[in-house]
């Protein structure tokens, strides 16, 4: 089976997928479940007849998946059940038939064995399963893995749809934010040149005295402090980041672990506009930039 080519965007790490086959006149049944982990962790479970096909399994799995704990099964479908055949070891039997007739003649017994005592007698028959050739277990086993995995990846892609959705929408607000931060660090700059302005003014009438260098010095030192900017472009950085990783998420790209970084590196940014801006509507914004970038991190811990 040609595997179909996998549509690009955001993939979720939880999903299902099923499928099933018949070989042998049995019918089987396959089941996918996923769910988030750090890496690609398979368990598998096969019915003892496809042993032999468990290399082949596993080496599909990271075809469709590159992350997350997944539990894939095979079963027999409910309601069916081997075809047994009865076989008769015939071998077996005649060393009965000979020991009774041994015995029989050594002390001159009476009585027969009868074939209903004689099927009886251990090792005379047995049930025997139907042999499955295992080319062909393997083509319809692995036929039916890849259809289950394009589910999985289906609904993995579904969901990832959702959450870039929801993505998009905090990203915005945060966007809003920042540059509430960055105009409001603006005005917090001022307001300390002015205060600084007005101490200096203050004193000056008070002593008749002023040392214009070091008034200088001061507003420059001040507006150092309360200088966010490099902040705020970082910040309009790491945003713009995301935004491109999200627009080009695709097929095994793994980009959760990229959109992590980034998250802790707007969440440092963000903790350093609040520490150096002493300003009560600042640090507000701040704190629903941080509450917004764990909201994002929630769904985050779930992309592949």
């Known amino acids: 089976m040609s595997e179909t080519p996998r549509a690009p965007g955001l993939r979720s790490m939880t999903g299902f997928g099923s499928a099933s086959f018949t070989v042998s006149g049995l019918a089987f049944e396959v089941?996918?479940?996923?769910?988030?982990?750090?890496?690609?962790?398979?368990?598998?479970?096969?019915?003892?007849?496809?042993?032999?096909?468990?290399?082949?399994?596993?080496?599909?799995?990271p075809r469709y998946l590159g992350r997350g704990k997944v539990d894939l099964s095979v079963n027999l479908a409910a309601g069916a059940s081997p075809a047994s055949k009865l076989e008769i070891d015939e071998h077996v039997a005649r060393q009965y038939v000979d020991a009774a007739r041994l015995l029989s003649n050594s002390f001159?017994?009476?009585?027969?064995?009868?074939?209903?005592?004689l099927?009886?007698?251990?090792?005379?028959?047995?049930?025997?399963?139907?042999?499955?050739?295992p080319s062909e277990l393997s083509q319809v086993l692995c036929d039916a893995i890849d259809r289950a995995l394009a589910a999985v990846d289906d609904t993995r892609l579904?969901?990832?749809?959702?959450?870039r959705s929801d993505f998009e929408k905090r990203l915005a607000r945060v966007s809003e934010?920042?540059?509430?931060?960055?105009?409001?660090?603006?005005?917090?700059?001022?307001?300390?040149?002015?205060?600084l302005r007005k101490r200096a003014a203050q004193l000056e009438l008070d002593s008749g005295l002023i040392d214009e260098a070091r008034l200088h010095q001061e507003i420059v030192i001040a507006a150092d402090r309360l200088d966010v900017s490099e902040e705020i472009a970082r910040l309009r950085?790491?945003?713009?980041?995301?935004?491109?990783?999200?627009?080009?998420?695709?097929?095994?790209?793994?980009?959760?672990?990229?959109?992590?970084?980034?998250?802790?590196?707007?969440?440092?940014?963000?903790?350093?506009?609040?520490?150096?801006?002493n300003d009560a509507p600042l640090a507000h914004d701040v704190v629903e930039v941080k509450t917004e970038l764990e909201r994002i991190r929630e769904q985050v811990q779930n992309c592949e």
Do not use: W, Y
Not at 108 to 117: C, F, I, N, S
Not at 158 to 163: A, F, L, P, V, Y
Not at 178 to 192: I, K, P, Q, T, W
């Open 177 to 195: 934010l920042v540059e509430s931060l960055a105009s409001r660090s603006d005005v917090v700059r001022e307001g300390s040149r002015e205060r």
């Open 31 to 61: 089941e996918i479940r996923t769910v988030n982990h750090r890496h690609l962790d398979l368990r598998l479970k096969l019915p003892r007849q496809f042993a032999s096909c468990e290399e082949a399994v596993r080496a599909r799995v």
């Open 237 to 277: 950085s790491h945003l713009d980041q995301f935004q491109t990783v999200l627009a080009t998420a695709g097929p095994g790209q793994m980009v959760g672990r990229r959109l992590d970084f980034l998250l802790q590196e707007l969440g440092r940014e963000a903790n350093t506009v609040g520490s150096k801006a």
């Open 119 to 133: 099927l009886a007698m251990p090792g005379v028959t047995r049930f025997v399963e139907p042999g499955l050739e």
């Open 158 to 163: 579904s969901e990832g749809k959702t959450i």
């Open 108 to 117: 001159e017994l009476t009585g027969t064995l009868d074939v209903t005592a």
